[in-house]
């Protein structure tokens, strides 16, 4: 059973517009989540993470917002660029484990 | 520069044997993971050691095994018993904080 889901396997977005790449999850003690970011044949790089105390973390272009009632969470690029095409994972911990459940991820791709 | 370093990038394994992934960091982490991907599947955890000597049972661990002797080395040996290998393995580690910090990759193949 996914704990972790991400929907949609891929997503296409016109560049200068935005990406919204949902996220939901299923263990209410997942209290710790993470954005990560993957391009072929290498590991994935993370991106941006929230708490579960905060609802919303902006890093430049990137946000995500968390929405524990609806155990929902999104990562939205504004403006998106062709160079964010690539697969992006949401992860999710509780902190007394520190070991990260991951969905089967998006990929983005966004277009000239 | 501080970082986790896996090799080989390419592996090909003949079936019936055993192979190890080495994994190596040097950025003081206590925590380290060995995750696989498939097409289709995201990242799916075989093992993780939050401590030296100690290690636990990742969602898929059949057919693997790992050791950490050293806080910088989490070596992963796929044996005969994995009945289907051929996959991206991942390492990473991470510290205090939750974000991990993710290798290159092993490309394991069975010929």
């Known amino acids: 059973d996914q704990q972790v889901k991400q929907n949609s396997p891929s997503l296409s977005v016109q560049e200068g517009r935005i990406s919204i790449l949902n996220c939901d999850y299923t263990?209410?003690?997942?209290?710790?989540f993470l954005w990560y970011k993957k391009y072929p044949a290498e590991g994935p790089t993370f991106l941006i993470s929230i708490s579960s105390i905060k609802d919303k973390n902006e890093d430049g272009r990137f946000t995500v917002f968390l929405n524990k009632s609806a155990k929902h969470l999104s990562l939205h690029i504004v403006p998106s660029q062709p160079g964010d095409s690539a697969v992006y994972f949401c992860?999710?911990?509780?902190?007394?484990?520190?070991?990260?459940?991951f969905g089967k991820g998006t990929k983005l791709s966004v277009k000239p | 520069d501080g970082g986790i370093t896996q090799s080989p990038k390419y592996l090909f394994r003949k079936e019936g044997q055993n192979v190890t992934l080495s994994c190596e960091q040097n950025l003081n982490h206590d925590a380290m993971y060995w995750y696989r991907q498939d097409p289709g599947q995201g990242l799916r955890l075989i093992y993780y050691?939050?401590?030296?000597?100690?290690?636990q049972k990742g969602d898929i661990a059949e057919g693997y095994s790992v050791s950490r002797e050293k806080k910088e080395s989490f070596p992963l040996t796929v044996t005969s018993a994995q009945k289907n290998p051929t996959a991206f393995y991942l390492c990473?580690?991470?510290?205090?904080?939750?974000?991990?910090?993710f290798g290159q990759g092993t490309r394991l193949t069975v010929v």
């Open positions: 992860a999710a911990t509780p902190a007394s484990q520190g070991n990260l459940i």
């Open positions: 263990n209410s003690m997942f209290d710790y």
């Open positions: 990473a580690s991470s510290g205090s904080l939750f974000e991990a910090f």
């Open positions: 050691s939050q401590i030296v000597n100690d290690f």
